[in-house]
């Protein structure tokens, strides 16, 4: 009865059609990108990969087009309010780092920084616990 329940779960789970970010709370950091209209950036997702596999990072980057490094899927109604909520600079590209807390850690303008959102989250403390934790 057990391994049919676990069964169940698991393909609710993996059937859900859309994510949230109070779904990620806990398990992922975030950082969304928000590009300035007209804007489509490049990402070269594969140098940084292993340091956002480390910090538990998914990106999104919600403008004309999204990128993300996530397999889960987002409602696009749901990106939209997101970039209403966070991206306050109309025409201006913007960033946001969100924390395992669901709390907005960094807001900051421009493309991101990713050396500065590492070292970012390196320094807290969640994260020194993380780093101690597999040595």
């Known amino acids: 009865m057990i391994w ?3 069964v169940l779960m698991f393909f609710t789970l ?3 059609e859309t994510v949230t970010l109070e779904e990620l709370r806990w398990k992922n950091r975030i950082v969304l990108f928000f590009p300035a209209e007209n804007q489509n950036p490049k990402f070269a997702i594969k140098p940084i990969e292993k340091g956002m596999n480390e910090r538990k990072i998914i990106f999104l980057s919600i403008g004309e087009q999204f990128i993300t490094n996530s397999k889960a899927s987002f409602d696009q109604n749901y990106l939209k309010g997101l970039q209403e909520k966070y991206s306050p600079a109309k025409g201006k590209s913007n960033w946001v780092l969100i924390g395992l807390d669901g709390g907005v850690k960094l807001q900051v303008e421009g493309k991101p920084d990713w050396d500065y959102i590492f ?5 807290m403390p969640m994260r020194q616990s993380e780093i101690r934790k597999s040595l």
Not at 119 to 123: G, R, V
């Open 4 to 6: 049919l329940t676990l």
């Open 14 to 16: 993996e059937g859900k």
């Open 119 to 123: 070292k970012t989250i390196d320094s």
